[in-house]
């Protein structure tokens, strides 16, 4: 695109003598004229910069760029002062406009950005955060073993810890046959299939409310992850009871692996910002609050990754694989899939990481 031709018209109100005009359109053409050539180098580069073909560009022509840019926005910024001409004027902002977001904007696209979150920056993101994982992980633990002892002293903290949704027959007193039964393959739609998307929407809230209250000091989010995981400990002691400890675990393994591991790491992004903005350090609670919460952000990106794959595996695995060894196995395999990616794997640092 070349620069467009110089009317004699100005922005700021029409020149009626003749002399005035004819002034007025050289000094319009001759700033054109000693600039164009940069305009022209500049719209060349960003034509094949947004073309994709960056190998068609040279080292000197992407140090020049910046230059180049600069001069663009001095010769805009003189044209709005001078009230050239609409059409120099439009054409300008067009040019920095682009060349502002070749020097400045967003350096890679989404399916590159994906590319390199998958490959090291989500679990780089939530090795930073590993205190805090640790912290929740210490607090999920000693929920679960509370939802066992309260229930253990007092059936009633039965009925008070697990929603109503989830007691069909899963209720103390319930015999050992009718609980077996609730664990075995499932080959309809009803019965364990919607006890199984009960147990996902509530696991999936419970994830989100956990990062989204983090900002209140991380103390709500703690207390989250202890009532959630109160419920676990209940049912546990449920099945234990009739000698199911292991059918159990084995049943709640295939999806569950993934699953409290997301409301982990959940709890842990959100426990992270609410520590960041209650010992900023040197920073103020704002910095540390914004700091804290892009890095938060970037693990619950995964954590809704993680959340995706555990309702493929509730909805296919645990329904039609039967056995405890071979669920324990399905379970298993993932826990140290997961394991492995986050604090073994480092991956490669992202190009443009800042």
């Known amino acids: 695109m070349k620069a467009p031709v110089i009317s004699s018209w100005f922005g700021r ?61 001095s010769s805009l910024s003189v044209a709005r002062a001078t009230s050239l001409d609409a059409a120099t004027l439009a054409y ?3 040019l920095v406009q682009r060349a502002w977001f070749q020097v400045y904007g967003p350096r890679q696209g989404l399916w590159r950005w994906l590319s390199g979150f998958l490959r090291g920056g989500w679990s780089r993101a939530v090795r930073e955060i590993w205190l805090d994982v640790c912290i929740a992980l210490f607090v ?6 509370v939802g066992w002892l309260l229930v253990a002293s007092d059936t009633e903290w039965y009925y008070r810890l697990v929603p109503a949704k989830f007691t069909d027959s899963r209720v103390p007193g319930a015999s050992r046959e009718v609980l077996e039964e609730t664990l075995r393959v499932e080959n309809e739609t009803g019965g364990l299939s919607v006890f199984a998307a009960s147990l996902f929407s509530n696991n999936a809230g419970v994830a989100i409310l956990a990062f989204a209250l983090g900002f209140a000091f991380g103390i709500p989010s703690l207390m989250l992850l202890v009532h959630n995981m109160a419920v676990l400990g209940a049912m546990l002691w449920l099945f234990s009871g009739q000698g199911l400890t292991v059918e159990f675990a084995a ?21 992270h910002i609410g520590r960041n903005m209650a010992f900023p350090g040197d920073r103020t609670i704002l910095a540390a609050a914004s700091e804290s919460g892009k890095r938060g952000a970037l693990v619950m990106v995964g954590v809704v990754i993680m959340m995706v794959v555990a309702a493929l595996l509730e909805a296919f695995p645990r329904q039609l694989v039967g056995g405890a060894e071979n669920r324990l196995l399905i379970g298993g395999t993932f826990l140290m899939l997961w394991l492995a990616y986050f604090f073994a794997y480092r991956g490669q640092p992202q190009e443009d990481e800042q």
């Open 13 to 73: 109100g029409q020149i009626e003598a003749p002399a005035d005009v004819e002034s007025a359109a050289l000094s319009s053409d001759r700033f054109r004229l000693e600039r164009e050539a940069e305009w022209t180098q500049l719209e060349d580069i960003l034509r094949r910069m947004e073309g994709g073909s960056m190998r068609r560009v040279t080292d000197e022509e992407l140090l020049a760029l910046p230059a180049l840019y600069r001069t663009a926005a």
């Open 92 to 94: 300008l902002e067009s």
């Open 140 to 145: 999920m633990v000693a929920g679960t073993i």
């Open 251 to 271: 049943w709640l393994s295939v999806h569950g692996t993934t699953e409290l591991f997301a409301i982990l790491l959940s709890g842990a992004a959100g426990l």
